[in-house]
């Protein structure tokens, strides 16, 4: 399966039983920088969809999850949000003012590996990293300069 595949199409080729509701739930997390909340989901969801329950959402939520099809992603005390870019290796970037999260890609951190007393004891399966900050939005502006 090709790393571009969208979501939908993953599961197409894995064979899941794909109802209207499961559709509109794939559908509304397609994209590069997905990183919506289980209520962002329904909200985006219902608009296409009136009839899908909350109660569903999170199910097809959870199952993605269980399927390895959507990683939550936990960047802060804020809510879980899900990422369907799981084929492709990244990490996130996120605005400590407003939340955003975008994707961001690993360079030179493949090599990194814990070694000896680092570890302490774990065997490392992966290695998740969040990158805070603030979005251009959120940045505090410039002091002004005088011109004179």
Avoid: K
């Avoid at 997390?29 to 289980?38: K, N």
């Avoid at 804020?78 to 990244?90: A, K, S």
């Avoid at 590996?113 to 680092?118: A, I, S, V």
């Amino acid at each position: 399966m090709s790393q571009s595949a969208s979501l939908l199409d993953r599961l197409r080729a894995r064979q899941w039983r794909i109802t209207p509701q499961r559709r509109t739930v794939a559908e509304v997390l397609h994209g590069d920088h997905v990183h919506l909340s289980a209520d962002e989901v329904f909200a985006a969801a219902r608009r296409r969809l009136p009839e899908i329950s909350l109660a569903t959402v999170y199910n097809t939520l959870n199952e993605l999850v269980a399927m390895g099809e959507v990683s939550e992603v936990r960047a802060g005390a804020g809510v879980t949000r899900y990422d369907p870019n799981v084929h492709i290796r990244h990490h996130h970037l996120v605005c400590t003012g407003c939340g955003a999260i975008f994707d961001v890609r690993p360079e030179g951190i493949t090599g990194l590996r814990l070694t000896g007393p680092d570890r302490h004891g774990y065997s490392v399966d992966e290695i998740d990293v969040v990158f805070r900050g603030r979005c251009p939005s959120c940045a505090p502006s410039p002091p002004a300069r005088s011109l004179a």
